[in-house]
């Protein structure tokens, strides 16, 4: 009995076989009470003797850890059929999953997952899989460790490590296929056994049940015939070609003739092209001797004028040393000009100086004859000053009665001044609090333009999917007044997230097309709306109405807290909010309010979910679960999907927190009014009070000037006296002063007298050295016109001198261009008679030896005397006989190569005509002997199959029958075994097709076909999971009392039958093991079930029974 690990076991449903024909192998060592978790591989022997026959690579033992749903499990099946039962989920297709991918099976191939990482149970780093094959020289073990993180798997065969590739070899030995569905047929793989082709199953078959050759036969036959294919096509090809050749090559004779003939001509054109290089030689030698007389007449004449150059040239020398010596003496005499007009300036400012010094003294004195008549002026005005202040003095009122006056304007003042400051602060406490609602509005003016900005997000993820639906929101906002009750924007823009998480549950529940549709609360507005905008604007939108009557708080049938136990926390419709209508339409059509959500908690307890809680749909962390009720058997079907990544749900906008933003912008703004409004009111009282203020302050201060005036006068007085006394202290001597300056003035003159006698002196010196520098200045330029005469004498000389001289160039380069044309020539002449660059022409080939520019003798040969001499007479000749060549018109110049080519083609293609045809028909002997021993033993096996599956059929009261069937008999690759079924008396045999039959129908086909194969099946075990399960009971207990009686015979293969239920009172043999898979949370964990104790406790209720 294999049990997962960690469980314990329960008792055995009332549907299941009674104890007598439940069967399972003992442990081998019978002292054992409590076996291990994992046997070892020692006592096989024993223990294969107490199992019974096995057939050569049948099963023994499966072992698996951390697999699928087993924590750890063993199971040791029986030789002959095996039945594997146990409710859905509880681990069976695991077991069919190990026994594929323990025998290096491909993952994809059980359907589940493309990952060998996916077949670990959840949670787990590392799994195993141990399978024991019975061998006849010792059992093989191969294990199989699953590394999830690197999804890699590890290979063992008898504990020792290996590669998958030596463990295929190993199971192919034993006849193995996983792969072939007609020993190997996994759950997901029954409905693709039924699509197999005709061709398929063929190879199915003769792989599980025909001899090791036949498939091997079948493959060369293949091989041979598509051989036979392209040999029949090349030879009829080569064939075909070898024709066309051969009447290609008649044709183009006559041509051939023409060719040679046109060839002649072509000859001469050729012997006078070749001459004609040899006459242009000669004609650019010619004019290369004459271009180089003219050159060497040229530099005779260049060398005379460069000689008449040489007198000129000196004497330019000589003016040029004499000019040298000129311009030296005149820059001497500008130094001294200079030096002695440096001398006159510095005596200049020396006398420029005793000027000012002068002028100085003068202003001096006229500064202190103004100062003291303005002495004498301040001295007349203090004076004044003084009387006038006595007078006023003397005329000044009593001041001691203006104190009371002062005493009630400052407390008057004090008053004003409190009032102003209380004004003030209430002034600064208003602006205070208009600075913070400036704050408080900015903040939640950015808090709804960030709304807004999430808002535009979401219409534009509609715009950019669904167009028509934007632009439809678009009319219905600037179009609301035509509608009389509520209408609600697309679902999409009106469902807000409370959590962005949760968005992917709500746009996997809800169908695109209601996401986007529009909500209505009335018929006649939803008939106005889709009239305009379908109608007239041609755009396609959804539209729906809610119900009269709303759902949007209808309560849950269950309470949450049922429910949290298995790891759902909320309801869909607490995920998010919504308006009403749209609330109430979501819940009336999608019944949001009974839709759990749950964690990876409930995905672990789904099972317990389905079965204890009704629900209809629930979700998981990941996946969607929808649970039916079949209404023909009442049984409960779940299916589940994954779910999709969320797309227009991911942006929240909380429309109610907008609104309690706009309605708290709408107080903060009327707040800012009544603030404003007070700072007016405050601001004109502090203006009256400070104008009150400025009166008080005015007062004050001229009552305050009247009380202080006596005393100021008094003071001033007193000081008016005292600056009086200390201007008629500082008195001057004004003659004195002048005096002093007249002498110093005299003194000064002197001096200035003696500079200018002196200047006068250099003024004259200067005058001579200009003098002098004039007269050296026109002797350099009588220097300098002689200079430039016999420069320009000598230009005129050099430029007729490079006028010859370019001449010479050019008459140069023409000669070299003629001597290297020259040596072309001759090249090309050489090359055209095939003589190399130093090989000299024979004597009896030769006319006449001319020298050449090279230092070469060369003529052309003899060949060409009777040949023209001239060019023109050469292009005459050239021109007759290309006329006379062009009028052999479409010939190719290759048409004798291709003409030869073709007759050696035609021979060497005869000759490989005849190889092919001796290859074809070898191979056509090679496909009649292996043929032969294909086909004869195929029709016997089909043949045989044939008979056991309308024996299978007839006992079902139906009618079956397998041939093999082909179109072509020579298209070995298009044989194939028809299986033609009939179920019903009043209908012809059909086809087994995917769509013919019904499943039911089938799986009863698929079943027998395999059983027909049982006993012919040299493979040692084969698999079926679940076929049974779209049978009705007549068939399903036919079926398996066929399975039982085959299965059960002598010298039969191993097999696993696997159903999650079966029919009462079946028939069962002696030979059967019968393997139960319980699953629970009460199934003890493997290590402490003790199968001898299960059995004396049996024994015990079995004897206590008949004394009750």
């Keep these: 009995m294999a049990t997962p690990g960690r469980k314990t076991p329960t008792p055995a449903p009332a549907a299941a076989p009674t104890p007598a024909a439940l069967k399972r192998a003992l442990p081998a060592d019978p002292s054992s009470e409590v076996p291990s978790k994992r046997r070892n591989s020692g006592p096989l022997q024993s223990r294969l003797q107490s199992s019974g026959p096995f057939v050569e690579g049948a099963i023994v033992r499966i072992v698996m850890e951390n697999f699928l749903t087993y924590d750890i499990c063993e199971v040791s099946p029986g030789p002959h059929l095996n039945m594997i039962i146990g409710a859905n989920g509880t681990g069976k297709s695991s077991i069919v999953c190990a026994i594929c991918l323990g025998l290096a099976g491909k993952p994809a191939f059980m359907g589940r997952a493309d990952k060998v990482g996916f077949f670990v149970k959840r949670g787990c780093s590392k799994g195993m899989v141990e399978i024991e094959l019975f061998r006849t020289s010792g059992n093989l073990v191969i294990t199989r460790e699953i590394d999830v993180a690197k999804n890699q798997s590890f290979w063992f065969i008898n504990k020792k490590s290996t590669t998958q590739k030596v463990v295929e070899e190993q199971v192919a030995a034993l006849n193995i296929q996983v792969g072939n569905l007609c020993q190997f047929l996994p759950q997901d793989k029954v409905g693709e056994f039924a699509k197999l082709s005709k061709i398929e199953l063929l190879e199915a078959t003769e792989k599980s049940i025909g001899p090791p050759e036949m498939h091997r036969y079948h493959c060369e036959l293949k091989n041979f015939r598509e051989k036979e294919k392209q040999l029949e096509t090349s030879c009829k090809e080569k064939t075909d070609y070898l024709e066309k050749m051969v009447q290609r090559n008649e044709r183009y004779k006559q041509d051939v003739q023409r060719f040679y003939e046109r060839k002649r001509h072509l000859d001469l054109i050729e012997m006078l092209e070749a001459k004609r290089p040899w006459v242009e030689y000669e004609n650019v030698r010619?004019?290369?001797?004459?271009?180089?007389?003219?050159?060497?007449?040229?530099?005779?004449?260049?060398?005379?004028l460069k000689e008449g150059q040489i007198p000129i040239t000196r004497r330019i020398k000589e003016i040029e040393r004499q000019r040298y010596d000129l311009e030296a003496q005149i820059k001497e005499k500008a130094t001294d000009i200079t030096e002695t007009s440096q001398r006159c300036k510095q005596k200049q400012d020396v006398i420029e100086r005793k000027d000012k010094h002068i002028e100085e003294l003068q202003q001096a004195l006229t500064v202190k004859q103004n100062e003291e008549h303005d002495r004498q002026k301040r001295i007349s005005n203090t004076r004044k000053m003084i009387e006038d202040l006595q007078n006023e003095l003397r005329t000044a009122e009593n001041c001691e009665n203006l104190q009371p006056q002062i005493d009630a304007i400052?407390?008057?003042?004090?008053?004003?001044?409190?009032?102003?400051?209380?004004?003030?602060?209430?002034?600064?406490?208003?602006?205070?609090?208009?600075?913070?609602?400036?704050?408080?509005?900015?903040?939640?003016?950015?808090?709804?333009?960030?709304?807004?900005?999430?808002?535009?997000?979401?219409?534009?993820?509609l715009r950019q999917r669904y167009r028509d639906t934007y632009e439809a929101v678009l009319w219905l906002r600037s179009n609301r007044d035509k509608f009389k009750q509520r209408v609600c924007e697309p679902i999409m823009l009106m469902i807000n997230m409370k959590d962005n998480k949760n968005a992917k549950y709500i746009e996997n529940h809800i169908s695109s097309n209601d996401l986007r549709a529009f909500v209505f609360e009335s018929q006649e507005d939803m008939e106005i709306f889709l009239r305009e905008v379908r109608d007239n604007k041609k755009l396609r939108v959804n539209a729906v109405i809610a119900p009269k009557i709303s759902y949007a708080e209808k309560p849950p049938s269950r309470s949450l807290n049922e429910l949290r136990q298995y790891g759902f926390f909320s309801y869909l419709r607490e995920l998010f909010d919504a308006p009403e209508p749209i609330m109430s339409y979501l819940c009336f059509q999608y019944h949001i309010h009974e839709v759990p959500v749950g964690t990876e908690k409930t995905r672990e307890r789904i099972e317990r979910v389905i079965q204890e809680t009704q629900l209809k749909q629930v979700y998981t962390a990941d996946e969607k679960y929808v649970v039916k009720t079949s209404v023909y058997s009442n049984k409960v079907i779940s299916s589940n999907t994954s779910l999709k990544v969320a797309q227009f749900l991911t942006v929240t906008v909380d429309l109610e927190q907008r609104r309690q933003l706009e309605e708290q912008l709408k107080e903060i703004n009327r707040k800012l009014e009544a603030v404003d409004s007070g700072l007016i009111a405050l601001r004109d009282t502090n203006r009256h009070l400070e104008h009150t203020d400025n009166e008080l302050r005015q007062k004050k201060k001229e009552l305050l000037e009247r009380k202080t005036k006596k005393r100021q006068l008094e003071q001033k007085i007193c000081s008016k006296v005292g600056s009086l006394k200390l201007m008629e202290q500082d008195t001057c001597n004004l003659e004195e002063e002048e005096r002093k300056a007249n002498n110093k003035i005299r003194e000064i003159n002197v001096q200035k007298a003696k500079l200018v006698t002196e200047l006068t002196n250099l003024v004259k010196i200067c005058t001579s050295l200009h003098?002098?520098?004039?007269?050296?200045?026109?002797?350099?330029t009588t220097v300098i016109s002689e200079k430039n005469k016999l420069e320009s004498d000598y230009m005129a000389a050099s430029s007729q001198l490079r006028i010859i001289e370019q001449h010479f160039i050019e008459l140069d380069d023409n000669r070299q261009q003629l001597l290297q044309k020259c040596k072309e020539l001759m090249k090309r002449a050489r090359q055209v008679c095939n003589l190399g660059a130093q090989q000299t022409i024979p004597q009896e080939y030769q006319t006449q030896v001319p020298t050449i520019p090279n230092g070469h003798n060369s003529?052309?040969?003899?060949?060409?005397?009777?040949l023209p001499n001239t060019l023109d007479e050469i292009d005459a000749l050239l021109t007759e006989e290309r006329s006379r060549a062009s009028c052999f018109t479409g010939l190719n110049p290759t048409v004798v190569q291709e003409y030869t080519k073709r007759e050696e083609e035609i021979l060497q293609l005869t000759e490989e005509?005849?190889?092919?045809?001796?290859?074809?028909?070898?191979?056509?002997?090679?496909?009649?002997?292996?043929?032969?021993?294909?086909?004869?033993?195929?029709?016997?096996?089909?043949?045989?199959?044939?008979?056991?599956?309308?024996?299978?059929?007839?006992?079902?009261?139906?009618?079956?029958?397998?041939?093999?069937?082909?179109?072509?008999?020579?298209?070995?690759?298009?044989?194939?075994?028809?299986?033609?079924?009939?179920?019903?008396s009043s209908t012809q045999l059909h086809e087994l097709t995917p769509h013919h039959q019904s499943g039911g129908e089938r799986s009863v086909s698929t079943m027998l076909y395999l059983m027909a194969l049982q006993e012919l099946n040299r493979c040692p075990f084969r698999v079926v999971d679940e076929i049974n399960q779209g049978m009705d009971p007549i068939n399903e207990r036919r079926v398996f009392e066929m399975v039982v009686n085959t299965a059960c015979k002598e010298n039969t293969s191993q097999y696993f039958f696997i159903t999650p239920k079966l029919l009462q009172n079946l028939p069962y043999s002696e030979k059967m093991t019968v393997l139960f898979i319980y699953n629970g949370p009460h199934m003890l964990e493997s290590n402490r079930w003790n199968l001898k104790a299960f059995q004396r406790r049996r024994r015990r209720i079995t004897f206590t029974q008949p004394s009750q």
Excluded at 418 to 427: F, H, M, S
Excluded at 859 to 866: E, I, K, L, R, V
Aim: aromatic residues 6%; contains cysteine.
């Design 286 to 304: 010619q004019e290369y001797e004459e271009v180089k007389r003219a050159r060497d007449r040229v530099k005779d004449e260049v060398k005379k």
């Design 410 to 461: 400052t407390n008057d003042l004090r008053r004003v001044q409190d009032e102003k400051a209380l004004c003030e602060g209430e002034i600064i406490d208003k602006r205070r609090e208009r600075e913070t609602l400036e704050k408080e509005k900015k903040s939640v003016g950015e808090h709804i333009v960030r709304f807004d900005n999430l808002m535009n997000q979401k219409e534009d993820k």
């Design 771 to 780: 003098i002098q520098k004039v007269d050296l200045i026109l002797q350099n």
């Design 859 to 866: 003529s052309p040969p003899m060949a060409f005397q009777d």
């Design 913 to 984: 005509l005849k190889g092919k045809k001796v290859e074809l028909d070898r191979y056509r002997e090679n496909i009649s002997q292996v043929k032969e021993r294909w086909l004869n033993p195929l029709k016997e096996l089909v043949e045989k199959i044939n008979e056991k599956f309308s024996n299978f059929f007839s006992s079902m009261q139906c009618a079956g029958e397998v041939d093999l069937h082909t179109e072509n008999e020579e298209d070995y690759d298009k044989y194939g075994i028809r299986i033609r079924v009939k179920f019903r």
